[in-house]
């Protein structure tokens, strides 16, 4: 947990990138074309799958796989993004839908796997169900308006975002108790 504390900053930094880009989303909805969505949530799944990955690293037990798959799966998804942009606009409403739902179920299965070990524990799980529910709205009505699509990607993005800065605090507010337990 101490080493988890130490890193709170990789939660923060995929919290704030999260609600920045969902405030620019709504502060400047004509601004994003499809296409231009695509690249932006490319860009945003890539750098969360590279920190995702890292944070993975530094909680040392069996359940960070959970994180690293996660991570895995943000970059893949974000390299399809950039390699098929035409095609990805078609389709970035199940690509968006299926990274939700899958990298939600993954934070899920995480705070649950370490509910005992890990405070703060909630704002893992909520960021996961917000992320699940996001996923199945989306796929619940994939025709939906671009601007209603903006919207709902802009909402969730900074409440996602919300729920990582939340535990990136929790952890940043214990890593002294954390260091001291380790060195015990």
Not at 62 to 72: L, Q
Not at 148 to 162: C, D, F, H, M
Request: net charge positive; hydrophobic share 65%; aromatic share 16%.
């Amino acid at each position: 947990m101490e080493k988890l504390a130490r890193f709170w900053w990789l939660n923060l930094l995929r919290g704030l990138i999260a609600v920045a880009l969902g405030a620019l989303i709504l502060s400047s909805p004509k601004l994003f074309t499809i296409l231009t969505l695509v690249w932006f949530f490319g860009a945003y799944m890539l750098i969360d799958g590279i920190l995702s990955i890292v944070f993975s690293f530094t909680h040392a037990d069996k359940n960070r796989w959970w994180v690293f798959t996660g991570g895995i799966l943000s970059i893949i998804l974000a390299l399809m993004v950039f390699a098929w942009p035409g095609m990805t606009a078609v389709f970035m409403l199940y690509f968006i839908a299926w990274w939700a739902i899958f990298t939600g179920i993954m934070q899920i299965i995480f705070s649950i796997a370490n509910w005992k070990t890990i405070g703060g524990k909630v704002w893992l799980l909520i960021g996961g169900i917000i992320s699940v529910i996001f996923g199945g709205l989306l796929l619940s009505d994939p025709v939906a308006g671009a601007l209603a699509v903006l919207w709902l990607i802009a909402v969730y993005l900074i409440l996602l975002g919300v729920a990582l800065i939340m535990f990136s605090i929790w952890l940043c507010t214990k890593r002294k108790d954390f260091a001291k337990a380790a060195g015990a």
